[in-house]
């Protein structure tokens, strides 16, 4: 980290002078390893048509931490990171053994896990109000060690990107020919699931649970206005990730607003110029 502070320091911003202000050169960082994350996941949760599914694994990682927080555990969010994965498996499985539409098990699975949360939350008459950190979250929060542990996920997700997207990519727009090709449709889809369960979990108490899941559709949904083949869509929406995500960070702090709110209104704003300049990209 130190390192990282000699960088930062670099910065024509008063928060950046040497020796001051550590936690913003920290929210800087993570917002530098979640927006990628963010901004690669985004492409495929829009082709995939699952833009509710990241809010209802925020639904479970909260009752993973109402559930790890009720048994006494020091660090509840390996809890919710367990919960969440067994919950995106889980998830796969039904959605792969039923004609229901994605929407209508993501919407049973969600409403039971945030009932779940609820339950356990305020079981025994305990007080929900110290979960509600959680709704609007904290980036100023975050520590070296969770930021490294976010780095790895980014590079384990980066790996599965550059060995596995064109299936991915071929899943999510045409399934019945990704299998005629030999892609095996669960694994994939279950590896996806499970990469996106663990970033909003380990991001949700920084981003807040009630804004994460725009910050997985945004980026794709305005990426996908101007990118003319996958290529483009990708690195279109990581570009856009990582604007907003600082802006986002130095918005929050000058006019002391909801980091994880700020980000959402400026992808929004992306999202919305996109829009405008569309019709020139056909």
């Not at 945004?218 to 604007?243: D, E, H, K, V």
Request: net charge positive; aromatic share 10%.
């Amino acid at each position: 980290m130190d390192l990282w502070y000699q960088l930062v320091d670099l910065l024509p911003f008063e928060w950046a002078e040497p020796g001051r202000m550590l936690f913003m050169k920290n929210a800087l960082l993570a917002i530098l390893v979640i927006s990628p994350l963010f901004g690669l996941l985004s492409t495929m949760v829009v082709e995939k048509k699952m833009s509710f599914f990241s809010d209802a694994l925020g639904h479970s990682a909260f009752t993973g931490i109402a559930a790890g927080t009720l048994a006494g555990f020091t660090d509840p969010s390996w809890c919710a990171v367990l919960l969440a994965v067994c919950f995106a498996l889980l998830f796969t499985w039904v959605r792969n053994r039923t004609n229901l539409a994605s929407d209508t098990v993501i919407g049973v699975f969600s409403s039971t896990a945030v009932a779940l949360g609820i339950f356990l939350s305020t079981l025994g008459g305990r007080s929900f109000t110290k979960f509600n950190s959680l709704l609007v979250g904290d980036i100023l929060s975050v520590t070296p060690e969770k930021i490294a542990l976010l780095a790895l996920i980014l590079l384990l997700v980066a790996l599965l990107w550059l060995t596995s997207l064109n299936q991915i990519a071929l899943s999510a727009i045409h399934p019945a020919l990704a299998r005629s090709r030999g892609v095996q449709l669960i694994r994939q889809e279950a590896l996806f699931n499970c990469a996106v369960a663990v970033v909003v979990t380990l991001s949700m108490t920084w981003v807040g649970l009630l804004v994460i899941n725009s910050l997985l559709v945004l980026p794709g949904a305005a990426a996908r206005n101007l990118a003319r083949n996958m290529r483009q869509y990708t690195w279109i929406s990581l570009a856009l990730a990582l604007i907003s995500g600082f802006t986002g960070l130095m918005m929050s702090y000058y006019i002391g607003a909801s980091t994880g709110a700020s980000i959402t209104l400026v992808l929004a704003l992306c999202f919305a110029l996109t829009f405008c300049f569309r019709k020139r990209c056909l």
